[in-house]
């Protein structure tokens, strides 16, 4: 049974041959290229639902691969990396990445990131009819997986609006930081909490007039986060 396309970005020709397979034996088309300049090329011909590409590549660094993807689509970016460096994890979240994963890993720990990303763009995607929060200058529509703020669209990456419905249907509940992750991220990511400010920084450079002072995304240090709005009105119970 098809699961979906990927997309495997390394230069080292045995993991290459690796992950092909294994993906493959999963049920998933499996793309590769060996460079970033080839990545780019085969994101834009293929169009995958997702990419796993290594941060070590001969012509340009994944880094900046993944924000040259990121200018383009909102499908998940899985980086892998020989290094074990929170800064290397955070530079890959800035750079729009949804998930990080240390060289070596188990074949198991790779599908299970591979399976949650692709589930958080599939539940991303659908929505109940009528689901719909507004707030001051604030409204999200859950059905047509829109948000908007000031009259304007925002567009966000797959990671940002699920972590941005996720804090909209809990609207006025502080969420543990713990449980964002485990809803947006998975199980597998409950340590990564650097994975949560981090978005929640693009969410409100993206939604706030000053992020600096925030009015929507609020932070409870210690514990969590909420979707506080002047005045939160809903039509019909979003879906959780």
Known sequence: MHQGDILVVDDEPRLLAFLRSE????????????????????AAARGPDLVILDVMLP??????????????????ILMLTARVNDTDK???????????????????????????L?????????????????SG??????QRRRVEIRGEEVRLSATEYKLLAELCRNAGRV????ELL???????????????????????????KDPRH???????????????GPDIQTEAAAPS
């Open 23 to 42: 993906l493959k034996a999963s049920g998933y088309r499996v793309s590769v290229a060996r460079d970033g300049k080839g990545a780019l090329l085969a």
């Open 59 to 76: 012509d340009m660094d994944g880094f900046e691969v993944c924000r040259r993807l990121r200018e383009k689509s909102s499908m998940p």
């Open 90 to 116: 955070v530079t890959g979240l800035d750079a729009g990445a949804d998930d990080y994963l240390t060289k070596p890993f188990s074949t198991s720990e790779l599908l299970a990131r591979v399976r949650a």
């Open 118 to 134: 692709l589930r958080r763009v599939r539940a991303s995607d659908t929505g109940g009819p009528g689901t719909e929060l507004r």
């Open 137 to 142: 200058d604030f409204v999200i529509d859950f």
């Open 175 to 178: 969420m543990l930081t713990e």
């Open 182 to 208: 485990a809803r947006v991220w998975g199980s597998a990511c409950r340590e990564e909490t650097q994975y949560v400010w981090v978005y929640i920084g693009y969410l409100r450079k993206k939604l706030e």
């Open 214 to 228: 925030p009015e929507y995304v609020l932070t409870y240090p210690g514990v969590g986060y909420s979707f506080r």
